[in-house]
C-alpha cells in the first residue's frame, strides 16, 4: 500500500521551461490536493479536486494548471516556469469526510 | 481571509525539555484545527481538534483548543531528539474538507 506517490522528487528547470508534476493515491480517495511550500510560509494550496471530474483554485493558483485524470491521479503542471515557482509542492489525498490529510512525499523543484 | 499564525518561529531545547508550540488564528468559522508534524518530507498528522477545552493526547504530546480566544496549543514533554521537525498547525473551512490554511510553522530542534 504505497499510499501517495509523487514524480518526479527532483527537478530543475530553466525559466520558460513546462512540465508536469504527477500524483497517484492507492487509498480509493475522492479529494485530491495540490500544496507547495516555501520556507517561512508553511503550505498553501494551489488546487484541489473535490471529486473525479472537478477541479478548482486555490490561494495560489496562478502560473498552474491541473488534470485530474480519473479518480487516482491528479496532475500538476507548470506552463512557463518562473524562478517565483522555485519550492516544495506536496500532493494531498482524503476521503470527503476524512480527518486528515494523506501526503506525498514531495518534489523539489528549481526554476533558474 | 482566513489567517494562522504560529509562534515561536523556531525553538531549540535539549533533551527531556518541555516544550508548547502556540497556534493563533483570525478565522470566521472552522471545522477543525489540525496540528502537523512534518520531518524530512511528508508532513504527518497529529490531532484534529474540533471542540474548546478538550485536551488531546499521544504518548508525550498533548493539543488543546480555546475557541473564545482563538488559539491552540501543542505541548511535548520530557523531548527527545526525534522531536526535531517542523511543526504545523492548521484549520480547516467548514464545508471543505482538506482546503487546509496553514501557519508558517513552528522549527523545533531538540538537541543531546
Known amino acids: 500500500n504505497a499510499g501517495v506517490t509523487q514524480t518526479p522528487k527532483f527537478q530543475v528547470l530553466k525559466t520558460g521551461q513546462s512540465m508536469t508534476l504527477q500524483c497517484a493515491q492507492d487509498?480509493?480517495?475522492?479529494?485530491m490536493y495540490w500544496y507547495r511550500q516555501d520556507p517561512g510560509m508553511g503550505l498553501r494550496l494551489i488546487y484541489y479536486?473535490?471529486?473525479?471530474?472537478?477541479?478548482d483554485k486555490g490561494e495560489v493558483p496562478n502560473g498552474y494548471n491541473v488534470s485530474r485524470l480519473n479518480k487516482r491521479e491528479f496532475s500538476l503542471r507548470l506552463e512557463s516556469a518562473a524562478p517565483s515557482q522555485t519550492s516544495v509542492y506536496f500532493c494531498?489525498?482524503?476521503?470527503?469526510?476524512?480527518?486528515?490529510?494523506?501526503f506525498g512525499s514531495g518534489t523539489q523543484l528549481s526554476v533558474l | 481571509e482566513d489567517k494562522v499564525v504560529q509562534s515561536p518561529l523556531s525553538l531549540v531545547v535539549h533533551e527531556g525539555d518541555t516544550v508548547t508550540l502556540n497556534c493563533s488564528y483570525e478565522v470566521t468559522n472552522f471545522r477543525s484545527l489540525l496540528w502537523y508534524k512534518q520531518e524530512k518530507k511528508a508532513p504527518t498528522f497529529l490531532f484534529m481538534l474540533?471542540?474548546?477545552?478538550i485536551e488531546k493526547k499521544s504518548g508525550r504530546l498533548s493539543s488543546i483548543l480555546d475557541k473564545k480566544e482563538l488559539f491552540s496549543i501543542l505541548n511535548i514533554t520530557a523531548t527527545q531528539t526525534g522531536d526535531s521537525a517542523i511543526y504545523l498547525c492548521?484549520?480547516?473551512?467548514?464545508?471543505?474538507?482538506?482546503?487546509?490554511?496553514f501557519g508558517q510553522g513552528t522549527i523545533l530542534t531538540v538537541h543531546p
Open positions: 492548521a484549520v480547516e473551512p467548514p464545508t471543505s474538507y482538506g482546503k487546509l490554511t
Open positions: 494531498a489525498s482524503s476521503e470527503i469526510r476524512a480527518e486528515k490529510l494523506f
Open positions: 479536486s473535490a471529486s473525479e471530474g472537478t477541479t
Open positions: 487509498m480509493n480517495h475522492n479529494s
Open positions: 474540533t471542540s474548546s477545552g
